[in-house]
């Protein structure tokens, strides 16, 4: 049977394959997927692990181990080969690269050839094996062969593996990366100097005049010292000209200083912002039953600070650095970020652990982009959106939008009110704002039967000083029903109005029976 045909035919059965897919998943929430609570629990066994059997070399090197401990070090080694291969599987989805090739030289109609398929697989490949952290999990493997002692040198690779089980590590590791071009000139300049004054002092003084440089080696060894500014004193310059290389050796290595000290607090200071961001994105995750704020303008800081009093769980997005950090200096979970991005609600689970969406910003349009992005990721979930514009509303409300809220709107009927009543608007606006006095409440009916009801009389409500607004049945809503008692069946919610604790016994009374 032709290689080929094999290949894509395999390709397409681990693309149908939901056991395959559940699989490679799992793999991947556990080796890759920073917010997966599986990848939190291996990355603490794994810390463990590699500090253990570092303990283990240090120990062995002036005392005999116990059998156990050798034990110990073939589990951990035959773990770490486990993990290596596991991230070279997930690492890319070969079958998806054979089909999607495959098909667009259908759609071409072009040959394509077997090498070609491989030699993407394989390049795909061999670029996870000789990335960084790759080359460092192959090393670290290395001293579990004992026979070789040389190979012990490698046991300090273990330690970096360190950095891919924490995320803030690989964070600051990325420094180094992004900042590859400006250590890459420092490198060479520093090379350059260490060789040249090297060459100078063996030239003066490795002829003879000074006792302490006898090779080339010994000249580097000097250089490398005076220039880091270390200056341990066991050779020194003896001659004029080497004693003027050496201040100008000196100089030259506070102006490297200088600039390795701003490449990496410039890029510390930028690598610190994603690591609180991260750190705030990684708390988020973890909430439950939160609300997510989109846009902390006005509307948002009034939202805020309801959802604050009343306990709630929330977490505030914004586009605008000043905004965000307002919000996080009053203590709130506050992130910078595009609220409309769906890798960003992803990250914060926002899809299974929100309790609904406020779309809130001053632009309409970044109102309907998150409606859509949220909707496309649970579209069950509820969202309450702002209109700034009345020409709005009819679009948020097709997106998905549960309810538009118009502030100026509002604004305008609130202002009607209190001309026309301003005694109660008064009143009620003492009552909101003050939070004095009598509050309104929403009381939530749970049955265990769920298809029974239950009467409620007015006078068991009397009794406990409240006043029924109100009957919310499956969004329909009664209001002040006339009748002495009324029927409610399961998750129907009375609106009423009383005193905070006179709520909290009627609510004891409902349950109780």
Same mark, same amino acid.
């Given at each position: 049977m032709d290689f080929k045909k094999s290949l894509v035919s395999f390709s397409y059965s681990l693309a149908s394959s939901k056991r395959y897919k559940a699989y490679k998943d799992i793999a991947r929430d556990i080796l890759e997927e920073e917010n997966s609570p599986q990848k939190r629990y291996f990355d603490i066994f794994m810390i463990v692990l590699v500090l253990t059997t570092i303990v283990i070399f240090i120990y062995e090197i002036k005392h005999d181990l116990h059998p156990i401990f050798f034990t110990i070090e073939v589990i951990a080694v035959i773990i770490f080969i486990i993990e290596w291969l596991g991230r070279f599987w997930v690492s890319s989805d070969s079958h998806q690269m054979v089909i999607e090739r495959y098909e667009k030289a259908q759609m071409r109609n072009r040959k394509i050839t077997t090498a070609s398929l491989i030699k993407e697989i394989a390049l795909k490949k061999l670029k996870f094996v000789f990335s960084p952290m790759s080359i460092i999990d192959l090393l670290a493997i290395l001293p579990a062969y004992r026979p070789l002692r040389f190979l012990r040198f490698f046991l300090i690779f273990r330690l970096f593996k360190i950095f891919r089980y924490t995320q803030n590590m690989n964070f600051l590791m990325k420094v180094f990366v992004e900042k590859k071009f400006e250590f890459l000139t420092l490198i060479i300049l520093f090379s350059f100097l260490v060789f040249f004054s090297s060459t100078v002092i063996y030239i003066f003084e490795g002829v003879g005049e000074n006792k302490n440089i006898n090779t080339f080696y010994d000249a580097i060894y000097w250089a490398v010292v005076t220039i880091t500014t270390v200056g341990y004193g066991d050779i020194s310059p =003896?001659?004029?000209?080497? !004693?003027? &290389?050496? #201040?100008?050796?000196?100089?030259?290595?506070?102006? *490297? #200083?200088?600039?390795?000290?701003?490449? =990496?607090?410039? &890029?510390?200071?930028?690598?610190?912002?994603? *690591?609180?961001?991260?750190?705030?994105?990684?708390?988020?995750?973890?909430?439950?039953?939160? =609300?997510?704020?989109?846009?902390?303008?006005?509307?948002?800081?009034?939202? &805020?600070?309801?959802?604050?009093?009343?306990?709630?769980?929330?977490? =505030? *997005?914004?586009?605008? !650095?000043e905004a965000v950090n307002k919000a996080t200096e009053k203590g709130y979970l506050a992130l910078c970020a595009d609220a409309s991005d769906i890798e960003v609600l992803k990250s914060l689970n926002s899809s299974k652990n929100a309790k609904y969406v406020l779309a809130i910003t001053n632009v309409d349009a970044l109102n309907l982009s998150i409606i859509l992005s949220v909707k496309s990721l649970n579209p069950d979930l509820d969202i309450i959106a702002r209109a700034n514009l009345i020409t709005s509303r009819k679009k948020l409300k097709i997106a998905g939008a549960k309810r538009v809220l118009f502030p100026y709107e509002s604004s305008g009927k609130a202002a009607v009110e209190y001309f026309l009543q301003p005694i109660v608007y008064d009143s009620i606006d003492k009552i909101l704002q003050d939070r004095v006095g009598p509050i309104a409440d929403e009381i939530e009916i749970f049955l265990d039967d769920k298809n029974s009801t239950k009467i409620i009389k007015k006078e068991l409500l009397t009794f406990y000083g409240l006043k029924l607004l109100g009957i919310s049945k499956k969004g329909k809503f009664i209001f002040n029903p006339n009748n002495e008692e009324f029927e409610v069946r399961n998750l129907d919610i009375l609106i009423v109005v009383g005193f905070s604790d006179d709520i909290a016994y009627f609510k004891v009374a409902l349950i109780k029976g």
């Open positions: =003896v001659t004029p000209e080497g !004693r003027f &290389a050496t #201040i100008l050796l000196i100089m030259s290595g506070l102006g *490297i #200083i200088a600039f390795t000290t701003s490449i =990496v607090t410039t &890029a510390m200071t930028e690598k610190l912002e994603q *690591i609180k961001e991260n750190n705030i994105l990684s708390q988020a995750s973890k909430l439950k039953d939160f =609300v997510l704020i989109c846009g902390y303008g006005k509307m948002g800081k009034v939202f &805020a600070s309801e959802l604050q009093f009343e306990k709630e769980n929330f977490v =505030v *997005i914004d586009l605008n !650095r």
